[in-house]
């Protein structure tokens, strides 16, 4: 019998078992797939061409996680993109990076912009150090008592000493939308655009939508190759960083198996005491779930063993980012209109979305359409980068594109229209970069059904959940469950369902390790 028994080997639920055994305890985690990873995973989608599958940059792993599972020494090398952003409009660009880059870009459209861009900055430098203290943290515990006192002063504390405007932009970033906030710093479309786009990534919103401010800062937090703020690339794609950690947690003791799907988590007089994965009984102390909670609680779990009131909530559970993933093998790299020539911006995060009503126009089209027939795209081409993706003089590019929804309506199906939706998504490249489109020799497609289908995904929702304020702090997964313990004894949360949610940061893996740890504390009143 096993201490943990883990569901799903994801990058998160790699994190957690590795911390679990490193403290002594037995853990085995058993996997769907025929490799780890999750969504984290590099494919070849042709031969010789290989890409990231579905995540597709670095920038918000936290580094507390790349330093304890020492992932560096286990083969994990980032290298950062040499310029930041670029946003092809029209018969103009923006280009962004260090060095005080973005800031000549924005003052060489629009000089007011400049200072504009001071005093958004001088906003962030408020609002993102103190979101970031609660990234390690627990939320406060609504409801809870004084078992929930602790954390509740420690925001408190937090916030002692904020001048009223600073607390005013903490309120601002925490309800209202990246629109309304871009407004009132700036006049220009592209430099709206390039901030804006961070507010949709991965949420089925419109840039005016309240929340979106919020969902702006989450993408804020991280640091690549220690360069804070940056983005970077993982040599060998994505599934460098998950196979480095799964490394890192065999090191430590842990079993992994794979294609070992789990049909049902064991419920015995009120608690989770095991799993059961190709009809053979799993037991161990405590189930942790790395999967979707609307999955682990609609799929996993026996009616009527949560009771009825969390069945309901985690069925209503919101799941749908509108993400459609494609990744396309290239005869030459992309020659775009307003910047012909090679260059570094074509390291960059390729923006094509060139103001926040295009975007705003991508998500109406895609509420009454079903999928946004110009939609928003961040194109990245990591072949610039790492050379080993791709044969000599050929490369891959991962396009990341809104917004796309999950549900269809009536009579439509993502098994007949993925292959359009690509070619649109392939035209709207081949708009500013005429010739793209002949460039394609081969695509891999993740319409938000494959997303679903292949890696667990529900709904096609990347980040396990919607990302909006009824879904975050506190309420992740739900009130009185957001400290990683769900309401059925002997079961956890560390996905990213769980706080701080969504991205490859391996954050709630290393917060839900701390709080079974301290669950198993002779002290502890909350035995697992």
């Known amino acids: 019998m096993q201490d943990a028994v883990v569901i799903g080997a994801g990058h998160n639920a790699l994190t957690c078992a590795f911390y679990l055994a490193r403290k002594g305890m037995k853990v085995t985690i058993l996997e769907a797939a025929d490799k780890v990873g999750g969504a984290a995973v590099t494919d070849e989608f042709l031969p010789g061409f290989r890409n990231s599958a579905a995540s597709y940059t670095v920038s918000l792993l936290q580094p507390k996680v790349i330093r304890d599972m020492e992932l560096e020494r286990h083969g994990l090398k980032v290298v950062l993109r040499k310029r930041d952003n670029f946003l092809p409009g029209d018969g103009q660009y923006l280009v962004t990076g260090r060095g005080g880059l973005t800031r000549k870009e924005i003052v060489r459209h629009n000089r007011e912009d400049g200072e504009g861009y001071d005093r958004y900055i001088a906003e962030l430098e408020t609002v993102v150090p103190l979101i970031k203290k609660w990234i390690l943290r627990s939320p406060v515990e609504v409801g809870a008592g004084a078992r929930g006192l602790p954390s509740l002063l420690a925001l408190g504390r937090d916030l002692v000493g904020l001048s009223t405007a600073e607390t005013r932009a903490v309120h601002d970033f925490a309800t209202r939308s990246a629109g309304d906030i871009l407004d009132r710093h700036f006049k220009g479309d592209l430099v709206k655009a390039l901030f804006g786009f961070d507010g949709v990534v991965g949420n089925f919103a419109s840039p005016y939508s309240p929340g979106t401010a919020y969902v702006l800062l989450h993408h804020l937090f991280g640091e690549a190759a220690g360069v804070e703020g940056a983005w970077g690339h993982a040599m060998g794609g994505m599934g460098s960083i998950t196979q480095a950690m799964a490394r890192a947690a065999r090191e430590k003791g842990v079993d992994i198996l794979l294609n070992t799907p789990v049909e049902e988590v064991i419920v015995e007089r009120g608690r989770a005491v095991g799993v059961v994965a190709g009809g053979k009984a799993w037991r161990a102390g405590i189930v942790v779930a790395g999967v979707n909670p609307k999955l682990l609680f609609d799929r996993l779990i026996a009616p009527g063993a949560a009771g009825a009131e969390v069945e309901k909530r985690m069925h209503d559970w919101s799941c749908e980012s509108a993400t459609f993933r494609l990744n396309v093998a290239l005869s030459e790299l992309p020659k775009f209109t307003?910047?012909?020539?090679?260059?570094?911006?074509?390291?960059?995060?390729?923006?094509?979305a060139p103001s926040l009503d295009y975007m705003d126009r991508a998500y109406l089209d895609a509420r009454v359409n079903g999928w946004a027939r110009q939609p928003i795209i961040e194109m990245l081409i990591p072949s610039t980068l790492d050379?080993?993706?791709a044969p000599r003089g050929k490369h891959v590019a991962s396009l990341f594109c809104q917004h796309f929804r999950f549900d269809l309506g009536p009579g439509r199906s993502w098994d007949h229209e993925r292959d359009k939706a690509a070619d649109a998504i392939i035209a709207t490249v081949d708009g500013h970069a005429p010739g793209f489109a002949?460039?394609?020799?081969?695509?891999?497609?993740?319409?938000?059904?494959?997303?679903?289908?292949?890696?667990?995904?529900?709904?096609g929702d990347i980040f396990h959940g919607k990302m909006g304020m009824d879904q975050l702090f506190s309420a992740r997964p739900m009130i009185g469950a957001a400290d990683y313990r769900m309401p059925l004894k002997g079961l956890y949360l560390c996905g990213s369902g769980a706080h701080p949610g969504g991205g490859v940061t391996?954050?709630?893996?290393?917060?839900?390790?701390?709080?079974?740890?301290?669950?198993?504390?002779?002290?502890?009143?909350?035995?697992p």
């Open 338 to 352: 307003v910047l012909p020539k090679k260059g570094d911006h074509l390291t960059a995060g390729i923006i094509m």
């Open 387 to 389: 050379p080993s993706l």
């Open 438 to 459: 002949k460039s394609v020799l081969g695509r891999q497609i993740h319409s938000p059904l494959d997303l679903e289908q292949r890696f667990g995904l529900i709904g």
């Open 506 to 527: 391996g954050t709630p893996g290393h917060n839900a390790a701390r709080a079974i740890l301290a669950d198993r504390r002779p002290w502890s009143r909350r035995k």
